[in-house]
C-alpha cells in the first residue's frame, strides 16, 4: 500500500453482487463487548439520519487510502443507499490516496470541496498498522485533532470512522489454520491502530465500524484469499471487486440496523 497515486472521485453507481454473509467475530478485548452487530456509538450518526428523514439531498465524504481509491467499496455502499432511498438525491465524494494515512487528511487544505457534508467517514488505519515505528499515543493526538477539525468545518455533519480491517504480511511466523506453510500474519501494530481508532471514537462520541470483525476476524485476510472466487488478493491487503462489493454491503447493512432501531426506514 505504498505509492503517490492519488484518486479523487465522485461516485455514482456501483453493481451488485450476491451479499455473502460472514460471521460476525467481535473486536478482541478489552473493546469486544462494546461493539454489538459491528457499529459502536450508532448514535454518532444521527445527524446524518435526520438530514436523511428531511428528504434533504443527503451528501456524504469519505477520505482514506487505497481501499477508498479502489472505488469498489464506496461504490457498493452508495449504490445500496441510493437503491434504499431511491427518492433521496444521495451523493458520496471518495477521496482515497494509495499509500495513505491520517497524516494525509492533516495536510488537506481545504477540507472540503463545495457543500458541507452530513455524514464524514474516515477510513484510514492499513498503512499505520504497518508502521511498526508508530507511536500510539501520537497516533491518538492526531485523530483527534482531526475529529475535531472536522466538526469545526462542518459542525452538522455525523462522523463515522471505519476501523482498520484484517490485514497481513507474508514474513512468516503466522498461525491460520487454513495456511499450512504458516507464511501470513498480521502486524502487531494493527490491532493497536485499530484500538485508539475504537477508543478516540467512544471518546468523542462518533460512530465506529468494526471492519476487522465485520470481514471475519481472525485470519480473515488470509481465508479471503482462498476459494473459487477469492474475496481479497493475495496481498493479503487489498479486495477484489466482489469482495469490495460484499464489504460495501456489510457497512451498508450496519447503518440501516441503526437507522431501524432509531425508527427511521
Not at 458520496?92 to 464524514?120: C, E, I, K, M, Y
Request: aromatic content about 6%; hydrophobic content about 40%.
Amino acid at each position: 500500500m505504498i505509492g503517490p497515486l492519488a484518486l479523487t472521485v465522485t461516485l455514482a453507481l456501483a453493481a451488485g453482487t450476491a451479499n455473502q454473509e460472514r460471521p460476525w467475530t467481535p473486536l478482541p478485548d478489552p473493546v469486544s463487548a462494546t461493539c454489538p452487530g459491528g457499529l459502536c456509538q450508532p448514535e454518532g450518526l444521527d445527524g446524518f439520519f435526520a438530514a436523511v428523514e428531511r428528504g434533504d439531498p443527503v451528501r456524504i465524504v469519505q477520505f482514506g487510502d487505497s481501499h477508498t481509491a479502489g472505488g469498489q467499496i464506496t461504490g457498493s455502499l452508495l449504490w445500496r443507499l441510493q437503491s434504499h432511498w431511491s427518492g433521496l438525491v444521495v451523493r458520496l465524494d471518495a477521496h482515497g490516496v494509495v499509500g495513505d494515512t491520517l497524516r494525509g487528511l492533516q495536510a488537506r487544505s481545504p477540507l472540503f470541496d463545495g457543500s458541507v457534508p452530513d455524514l464524514v467517514i474516515l477510513a484510514y488505519g492499513t498503512n499505520e498498522g504497518f508502521d511498526d515505528l508508530l507511536v500510539p499515543a501520537d497516533y491518538g493526538r492526531l485523530l483527534r485533532e482531526q475529529i475535531r477539525r472536522v466538526r469545526q468545518a462542518a459542525p452538522s455533519a455525523s462522523i463515522l470512522i471505519i476501523g482498520a480491517p484484517e490485514a497481513m504480511r507474508g514474513e512468516g511466523g503466522g498461525t491460520c489454520a487454513n495456511d499450512p506453510e504458516r507464511r501470513w500474519r498480521s502486524p502487531a501494530m494493527l490491532s493497536v491502530v485499530r484500538d485508539v481508532q475504537h477508543r478516540v471514537a467512544a471518546e468523542m462520541g462518533v460512530a465506529f465500524w468494526d471492519w476487522r470483525g465485520r470481514m471475519g476476524g481472525e485470519c480473515s485476510a488470509h481465508d479471503l484469499t482462498l476459494g473459487a472466487e477469492p474475496l481479497m488478493h493475495r496481498d493479503h491487503v487489498h479486495f477484489t471487486g466482489a469482495g469490495g462489493d460484499w464489504i460495501g454491503s456489510l457497512l451498508f447493512d450496519d447503518i440501516m440496523d441503526a437507522h431501524a432501531r432509531r425508527g427511521g426506514r
